[in-house]
């Protein structure tokens, strides 16, 4: 069992950076696949990035060459480095998790990206 917890979120100006931080709680951290969310006011819940065990990288099209996903296995952490911000990254930004033979899907509790001037 996994429990994650996201912090970081905040108020930003747009153009500006914010790095967000997940924690996994237990042992065997790098074995499991970890994911970035977001879901914005009256949306779906969209993935924004993956890193997998073994630390290849997808993004959405919306954010490439803007946020970068990345693993601390010593730390049991993954993060989001999230520069040139606009309005529209406006979410709760949710992390999540996935052991690499495994199907069930762990989620954090969230935390609030806003985007505005």
């Known amino acids: 069992q996994v429990q994650l917890v996201e912090s970081g979120g905040g108020l930003v100006q747009p153009g500006g950076s914010l790095r967000l931080s997940c924690v996994a709680s237990?042992?065997?951290?790098?074995?499991?696949?970890m994911g970035w969310y977001r879901q914005a006011p009256g949306k779906q819940r969209e993935l924004v990035a993956a890193i997998s065990s073994g630390d290849s990288t997808k993004y959405a099209d919306s954010v490439k060459g803007r946020f970068t996903i990345s693993r601390d296995n010593a730390k049991n952490t993954v993060y989001l480095e999230m520069k040139s911000l606009k309005p529209e990254d406006t979410a709760v930004y949710y992390c999540?998790?996935?052991?690499?033979?495994?199907?069930?899907?762990?989620w954090g509790q969230g935390t609030q990206v806003t985007v505005s001037s």
């Open positions: 999540n998790a996935k052991a690499l033979y495994g199907t069930v899907v762990y």
């Open positions: 237990g042992r065997s951290f790098s074995i499991y696949d």
